[in-house]
């Protein structure tokens, strides 16, 4: 699993996966839960006639494509979630069937391992390096029935054989899509060609890893995957299917510009769109087809996204008078919310939030200064940061403090771990200890060294911390100095380019080891991200795009890891390796984990009982079944 470079909170994008909407094994960048643009200065928004069954929702900005594999923006995923209903939704960390009859997995048989025969040069995954390659002396791979990575072996020639990791999908009977055709498996097998297609945009890791995927009858698909390559989220294997009947003529390069691949898209899902403005709204209508009509659904006739900006003032104000429905998450950025609370706190709107899947932390980047290597040092440090403190005063109940590096609400987050405490007595009597004085007891000059191993007598207790300038990640920046400085510490502050901040080694200042510390945002999904404090992830020249810019090194939670990595489930023992990896973590303190990034959309009292979920594609993933209010 290739984790994804780290993104600045206004800049992180949505490039999820569409075989079940998820973060793939090697992605661009983390889910965007960020701010979008401002509208264009001096255009008009249109008021909207209503009718008790319009819902208005409005939305940062225009989504510069529909198209599956190019709506990379929080808008378009919200839109998309009215046009498609699954296949998969990802709530709670966990897969929920929609269009499928139920979700693949080993226990219920619809998986499987099978044996195959694997020969010198043949494609197989590489237990090592985690990626496809061919097999070759010397490479690393698992034997059939290897279960973990104490039994891997080298390879010596000849045949071998590995286990292969096989999934069937069958989707619901009677599906169709808007305009009555069948939905079928030969439309999955279309998308994964398009996917595939080298004019096709986005991501082709998924396809890199896939042996055959083909269609077995009407309504079923067989993906098998490459020897080697295990994976616990089965159901991301299944590619959402495109209607080939209407776009099977349309050439792969024209399809994101097209009105039927990217401008007016049809699903099978509750809604179809109706007419677009652009610039200003998108109309759509009830899907007369849609599967689940016969319970109801959906609930509103009709549905506008409007396209609004990101003003907080104007987006709240829209919200106050009826003019919005509902403000998307991509409407709301981060300076939005302490009015949103304040007005929520008046009665004026509600707030559907919940802690998301990004995780702000601040590393100790040990290859850049040798002051991190005792983790007596790090662990100091950490009681004198109030975590606490800047939650509550910068952002009241939104958000969370973490205790590793995934966030409370995960499933397999380990429930004993709590974050390290706010003590700056404890902290400074452990610098003490730690070999770090303070000779002068004056606050205008930091603690030195005294018996550090490593390190020169009268070093200075000093470092530098890089940060992408702008938002809540610059704001903790400020906020550790200061915190580090009552302790006696002396940091200074570094505002750099996030595109020179997060380069990858040698050139960028974290992974190149040319700082002291960062403050940056990572995604945890699905798969706890444990490869971002493995030593295989250091990065080196042999290992350039390595994601560990802390340097951290530690063999119980390498081989935890490891053994996490090479699950084909995440129950038993990928589950305890997971657990295993945040003791580690929470004992070791390679990393500060700052806070949990909330998700926060506001409505009124137009609708009833949104709530918002921490790992969902959008805020409204259900919604055909967001329930109007009565007057």
């Known amino acids: 699993m290739r984790i994804p470079r780290p993104f600045s909170l206004a800049a992180l994008s949505v490039l999820l996966a569409v075989a079940g909407c998820r973060a793939p094994s090697s992605v661009e960048s983390p889910l965007d839960l960020g701010t979008a643009s401002a509208a264009t200065p001096g255009s008009a928004i249109a008021t909207v006639p209503r009718a008790p069954s319009l819902l208005v929702v409005c939305l940062g900005e225009e989504p510069s494509s529909l198209y599956l594999y190019q709506a990379d923006s929080p808008e378009a995923r919200t ?16 897969y929920q069937p929609a269009l499928l009859e ?28 985690r990626l496809p390659e061919t097999l070759s002396s010397g490479k690393m791979y698992a034997p059939s029935g290897c279960a973990g990575p104490d039994c891997l072996q080298p390879y010596q020639g000849g045949d071998v054989a590995m286990d292969r990791l096989v999934a069937e999908f069958q989707l619901r009977a009677g599906v169709t899509w808007a305009d009555g055709e069948p939905v079928t498996a030969q439309d999955s097998v279309f998308s994964f060609q398009l996917n595939a297609d080298g004019q ?8 890199y890893r896939t042996a055959a995927y083909e269609g077995v009858d009407g309504r079923t698909v067989r993906w098998t995957g490459i020897p080697g390559y295990l994976d616990p989220e089965i159901a991301s294997h299944f590619w959402t299917p495109l209607p080939e009947h209407l776009l099977a003529d349309i050439p792969a390069a024209d399809l994101p510009s097209s009105d039927a691949g990217g401008g ?21 209508v009830r899907n007369p087809n849609y599967f ?30 009826g ?21 929520e706190a008046q009665g004026g709107l509600q707030l559907a939030t919940a802690p998301g899947p990004r995780l702000m932390r601040a590393d100790f980047l040990q290859p850049g200064t040798p002051i991190f290597a005792k983790v007596e040092t ?55 200890a730690a070999g ?38 610059e704001d903790w920046a400020q906020t550790l100095v200061s915190d580090f400085a009552q302790c006696g510490a002396r940091v200074s502050l570094e505002r750099v380019a996030a595109e020179e901040l997060y380069a990858p080694y040698p050139q960028g200042l974290a992974f190149g080891g040319r700082l002291g510390m960062v403050v940056w945002s990572w995604l945890g999904w699905v798969i706890p991200p444990c490869e971002l404090f493995a030593s295989w992830e250091i990065p080196s020249p042999a290992t350039p795009e390595g994601s560990n810019a802390s340097g951290f090194s530690d063999p119980t939670y390498d081989a935890a890891c490891r053994t996490l990595l090479f699950s084909a489930a995440l129950e038993g023992a990928g589950a305890e390796a997971a657990r295993v990896t945040q003791r580690v973590f929470a004992e070791q303190v390679p990393a500060l984990p700052l806070l949990v990034l909330p998700r926060v959309a506001a409505f009124g009292p137009g609708v009833c009982s949104l709530k918002a979920d921490p790992s969902s594609v959008s805020l409204l993933w259900d919604l055909e079944s967001l329930t109007p209010c009565a007057p």
């Open 292 to 321: 689940r009509s016969g319970d109801g659904l959906p609930l509103f006739d009709q549905v506008l996204f409007r396209f609004v900006g990101a003003d907080p003032e104007t987006v709240v104000q829209q919200v106050l008078t």
């Open 323 to 343: 003019e919005c429905d509902i403000a998307d998450e991509s409407a709301l950025g981060e300076e939005a919310w302490p009015i949103l609370l304040q007005q």
């Open 102 to 129: 139920s979700t693949p997995t080993l226990e219920n048989g619809q998986a499987r391992l099978e044996s195959v025969t694997v020969s010198e040069e043949a494609l197989y995954f590489n237990p090592d390096t």
């Open 436 to 473: 770090w004085i303070d000779e002068d007891r004056s606050a205008a000059t930091p603690r030195t060294a005294h018996g550090v191993e490593g390190l020169a007598d009268g070093t200075p207790l000093t470092w530098s911390l890089g940060v992408a300038p702008g938002g809540l990640e």
């Open 79 to 94: 839109v998309l979630e009215a046009i498609y209903d699954g296949p998969f939704d990802v709530v709670g960390y966990q």
């Open 264 to 284: 007016t898209p049809m699903g099978w899902g509750p809604y179809q769109i109706e007419s677009r403005v652009p610039g200003q709204s998108i109309s759509l």
């Open 200 to 207: 096709t945009p986005g991501s082709k890791d998924l396809v």
């Open 378 to 432: 790090r662990t100091a440090l950490a009681q004198c940061v109030d975590r606490g403190r800047w939650l509550r005063e910068k952002l009241g109940a939104l958000g969370a403090v973490p205790a590793s590096y995934l966030p409370p609400s995960h499933p397999l987050a380990e429930a004993g771990l709590a974050p390290a405490p706010y003590d700056p007595a404890a902290a400074a009597s452990a610098l003490e």
